[in-house]
T-cell receptor
Framework: DAGVIQSPRHEVTEMGQEVTLRCKPISGHDYLFWYRQTMMRGLELLIY????????DSGMPEDRFSAKMPNASFSTLKIQPSEPRDSAVYFC???????????FGPGTRLTVL | AQSVTQLDSQVPVFEEAPVELRCNYS??????LFWYVQYPNQGLQLLLK??????LVKGINGFEAEFNKSQTSFHLRKPSVHISDTAEYFCAVRGYGGATNKLIFGTGTLLAVQP
């Protein structure tokens, strides 16, 4: 299995631009999680999905952030408009229903200038 | 709700020395406990986990951890570290028995192994 796939691996953009991060979970995994990692705040859960349905988005920082999962093999995290304080590494993770271990992707390093 | 505290942000150690990375948690319900490792520029990888049963759990790369319910701790240990163990280590907790699927992570401990 290829594991969780994220793209792009690196993204540099200017303040005010729209940013879209992509994630392909492991096939057969029912849960998908989006995390943000910063030096200041550590690893934070932003939102998670179960069977493509958003279950808990309480970690989404503000309305500029949105996430979708149109099908079982694809999810996006969008920031519009982006701000310098959004600079971070964004991780996607997935796990099967009933399992306790999450499998993480390699992350997307976002830099907003 | 659950929380995790990793008091040591960085632990320097010489190669072949023993190491302990500390983790304490807080929870109003029973928990599952995890240690994840993050090598530079990579995602997180599961090192070991405690779900139930024996309080001493063994993981990959020679690491082990002991669950201590009375002290609400789950410290990670290795008797002899290698240069390749240099990485960031995250303790995480997940409550069970309730409607939660969230993993709550600590702030991480950077293990810096020196020759």
């Amino acid at each position: 299995d290829a594991g969780v796939i994220q793209s792009p691996r690196h993204e540099v953009t200017e303040m005010g631009q729209e940013v879209t991060l992509r994630c392909k979970p492991i096939s057969g995994h029912d849960y998908l999680f989006w995390y943000r990692q910063t030096m200041m705040r550590g690893l934070e859960l932003l939102i998670y999905f179960n069977n493509n349905v958003p279950i808990d988005d309480s970690g989404m920082p503000e309305d500029r952030f949105s996430a979708k999962m149109p099908n079982a093999s694809f999810s996006t995290l969008k920031i519009q408009p982006s701000e310098p304080r959004d600079s971070a590494v964004y991780f996607c993770a997935s796990r099967p229903d009933g399992a306790d271990t999450q499998y993480f992707g390699p992350g997307t390093r976002l830099t907003v200038l | 709700a659950q929380s995790v505290t990793q008091l040591d942000s960085q632990v320097p150690v010489f190669e072949e020395a023993p190491v302990e990375l500390r983790c304490n948690y807080s929870s109003s319900v029973s928990v599952y406990l995890f240690w994840y490792v993050q090598y530079p520029n990579q995602g997180l990888q599961l090192l070991l986990k405690y779900l139930s049963g024996s309080t001493l759990v063994k993981g990959i790369n020679g690491f082990e951890a002991e669950f201590n319910k009375s002290q609400t701790s789950f410290h990670l240990r290795k008797p002899s570290v290698h240069i390749s163990d240099t990485a960031e280590y995250f303790c995480a907790v997940r409550g069970y028995g309730g409607a939660t699927n969230k993993l709550i992570f600590g702030t991480g401990t950077l293990l810096a192994v020196q020759p």
